[in-house]
């Protein structure tokens, strides 16, 4: 099957990301969202984040312009019914993606694919809440996605070869790199990647050091491009908390709690960046520790 038309449901972070690479691969794209002024918002967002692109020389005025005009806002999931592939991109909450694919099933030709970018939940069982689990496969994008370079593929139990094969060859025509995983809990980014998150959350919560220090350790020590407390902001702790919790449920394992800290955050609200307080509280000129 060749891809031509993509539909991309949620124009938040990642959501916008993957329209915006897609445009620039040459992919007409219909971005949805459950409100207008979510869409709009998704849509300056790629404007901006291509605008810096044509800034620093990675593209052009033309290739800016050209992708712009082929994103779309869609109005509804029926907006949907010419499309080759959709890729949702909703909040990490399983309950959220079954009720989105139940809508979204009923627009799609026969033959369009599916397929999800959860970082964490079971493709196999997100599958099976579809009416074409053989179409349906899991395409995990990291943030932000025009600047990272990887794409995980994970295939549920029921999803055929030739489903593979055409995700496979798309994700290659956006320029990204292939890492084939497994349908278990998190894949393996996650898998890897949240519970050093989760165990620097204990460090600050047990007072081996403080969120300056524990980042500080991990850049200078590590030579991580930025600390774990500054790195759960930008991908956001209900997230973290979700893989986290994800992981937990899944495998059984008391190396998987989610930190009590981490829920705290969570509760109150603090989630990271979008909200302005997390690990950090960015109202200011520049971001400072809240613990």
Known sequence: MKIRKVGVIGAGQMGNGIAHVCALAGYDVALFDISKERVEAGLATIDGNMTRQVASGRITEADRDTAIARIVAAASMESFDDTDIVIESATE????????????????????????????????RLAASTD??????????????????????????????PTFET?????????????NAEDYP????NRILLPMINEAVYTLYEGVGSVE?????MRLGANHPMGPLQLADFIGLDTCLSIMQVLYDGLADSKYRPCPLLVKYVEAGWLGRKTQRGFYDYRGEKPVPTR
């Open 167 to 179: 995700v496979r060859g798309f994700a290659e025509t956006l320029g990204k790199k292939i890492a």
């Open 186 to 189: 998190a894949f393996i980014v």
């Open 213 to 217: 220090s524990i980042d500080k350790a």
């Open 132 to 161: 074409r689990p053989e179409r349906f496969m899991g395409m995990h994008f990291m943030n932000p996605v025009p600047v990272m370079e990887l794409v995980e593929l994970v295939r549920g139990i029921a999803t055929d070869d």
């Open 93 to 124: 909450i399983e309950e959220v993606k079954r009720k989105i694919f139940a809508e979204l099933c009923p627009h799609l030709r026969e033959d369009a694919l599916i397929a999800t970018n959860t970082s964490s939940i079971s493709i196999t």
